[in-house]
């Protein structure tokens, strides 16, 4: 590569990214190999990201047919493909990507995914969210929980320190559900109103008595299952709401 340099011709590698990862690029290269030129020695993590595309977003990269990790240092005449996150399927043998495969998914959210917590939690996931948190704090708390970090942000997602993330394609939270639970494969894990929407928390059978404080007359009149979050306090029971809640 150096005699190339001294030569004045500029090393080259050729790229091509599959599937959602496209989404990432300018229009004219995506779903196309295309080269791209260099003169610095940078892994193949700087590069791909160089692009647009998170290295969250990314579960295995083959250079001339062989998978490498991020650290793998790009060189003259490579052929560089980029493949996304795997999450239905677990090839973390063959990538060595990710030291912590998310097999079983729980979630933190930025600031700007209020709803989507609420939604997540309805459904039984392990969701963190809080309204007023630094992008500093969440990438922490997702590399030191193993968390996936979800976010419209895809800088936040660049950060060295996440592991494991997905940037959000739709912008209303229904449709923001719906892609996340496609996307990670998360049908047969939902656990619907196993979970506080308050606070997280797992919530735990509950007798009349033990609620009775929180609930108005006509509703210990006309309900006899109840719910409580062991943290928070609060109480929960299959009212009118329920219905739209489920659908």
């Not at 003259?76 to 399927?89: K, N």
Request: glycine share 6%; aromatic share 10%; hydrophobic share 40%.
């Amino acid at each position: 590569m150096a005699n190339r340099v001294l030569a004045g011709v500029m090393p080259v590698a050729n790229f091509r990214f599959y599937a959602e990862l496209n989404d990432f690029l300018l229009s004219e290269l995506r779903f196309t190999e295309f080269a791209c030129g260099f003169l610095d020695v940078a892994t193949v993590k700087d590069r791909i990201q160089s692009f647009g595309v998170p290295h969250t977003e990314v579960d295995l990269i083959l250079v001339n047919g062989r998978p490498v990790d991020f650290a793998y240092r790009v060189q003259d005449g490579d052929r560089i493909s980029v493949y996304p996150v795997f999450e239905a399927f677990d090839i973390s043998g063959l990538t060595r990507l990710r030291p912590h495969p998310l097999r079983d998914p729980r979630f933190v959210l930025d600031v700007h995914l209020g709803r989507l917590a609420r939604y997540l939690r309805m459904s039984g996931f392990d969701t963190l969210y809080q309204n007023r948190c630094t992008d500093e704090r969440l990438a922490e708390v997702s590399r030191q929980e193993h968390r996936i970090l979800l976010t419209r942000d895809v800088g936040l997602l660049k950060r060295s320190s996440v592991t494991h993330g997905y940037c959000l394609q739709a912008t209303k939270p229904r449709q923001q559900l719906v892609e996340v639970v496609g996307r990670f494969d998360l049908v047969r894990l939902t656990k619907p109103f196993s979970r506080c929407l308050r606070c997280n928390t797992l919530l735990v059978e509950a007798g009349k008595d033990q609620v009775r404080r929180q609930l108005f007359a006509q509703v210990a009149l006309l309900h006899d299952e109840f719910q409580r979050c062991p943290d928070c306090g609060r109480a929960y029971w299959k009212g009118g709401h329920f219905r739209g809640m489920r659908q």
